[in-house]
């Protein structure tokens, strides 16, 4: 007979987080708060969560914001209700469309600071050959008009080559480096946005199972939007 798996250190967060939402859901946004007896008991009677596991559990929801705690007198307090994980998760999103918004505009810029620099390399290059052909005309051939069309082209490449510093320097602050660091900070703020949305629909699943409650009805009682989804 094989022995009986004991639970993950998500599956004990989850079980943790049902017992500030169960008074929640029961009374109606009535806040209940305990003290880290009260939830020993109840994780280790109600949950399948051992007594030594759930300080450290406890203590992973107060650091992700899911759970709030305060010191009164010589007592701890905790207490969590659903609308505070929909808040975080709106504020994770915000985040996350700023992030990327600004991740587009530096990949733009660094992709514009790339074609420039690749036309004034161009450029540079197609002077020095000009100027070498000047050099050659010299030669026996002072005043022509060989020498003449050679000049004015040589005035528009070096006209251009100072357009084109210009613009290298309007674009020189986005480093790659830079949007590299843009895009692994969004998509650390994307998983986190979406493991709130796992956190949510979890608890909604709960409320329909332990309760009976319709999804609708739960949606309306914390403002949870209709098109509320995961963040492709």
């Known amino acids: 007979m094989s022995k009986k798996k004991g639970l993950s250190f998500e599956e004990k967060r989850a079980r943790m987080m049902e017992i ?3 008074t929640c859901l029961l009374c109606f946004m009535q806040k209940d708060v305990f003290q880290l007896k009260d939830i020993e008991k109840i994780a280790s009677k109600d949950k399948g969560i051992t007594s030594m596991s759930v300080k450290e559990v406890l ?17 701890n307090y905790f207490w969590a209700f659903p609308s505070k994980a929909l808040h975080a998760r709106k504020r994770k999103l ?12 530096s ?21 020095e050959i000009l100027q070498k052909g000047m050099e050659k005309s010299k030669i026996g ?13 040589l005035a528009a490449l070096q006209q251009k080559k100072e357009q ?28 986190a946005a979406n493991r ?32 509320f989804d995961y963040i492709d």
């Open 20 to 22: 500030f939402f169960e």
């Open 141 to 153: 051939r002072e005043n022509t008009a060989e020498r003449a069309a050679l000049m004015k082209e």
């Open 107 to 127: 990949l733009y810029a660094f992709c514009q600071f790339h074609l420039i620099f690749s036309v004034f390399a161009e450029t540079s290059q197609k002077k």
């Open 59 to 75: 203590q992973s929801l107060v650091d992700d914001g899911m759970v709030d705690t305060d010191r009164i007198g010589t007592s």
């Open 164 to 191: 084109l510093k210009a613009e290298i320097e309007k674009y020189k602050e986005y480093d790659p480096d830079v949007v590299e660091e843009m895009r692994q900070t969004s998509k650390v703020a994307k998983e």
């Open 196 to 227: 709130w949305t796992d956190n949510i629909f979890a608890i909604k699943s709960w409320a329909k199972r332990k309760f009976g409650f319709e999804e609708s009805r739960i949606d309306k009682s914390f403002g949870i939007p209709e098109d």
């Open 94 to 105: 915000e985040e996350l469309q700023t992030q990327e918004c600004f991740e587009v505009r």
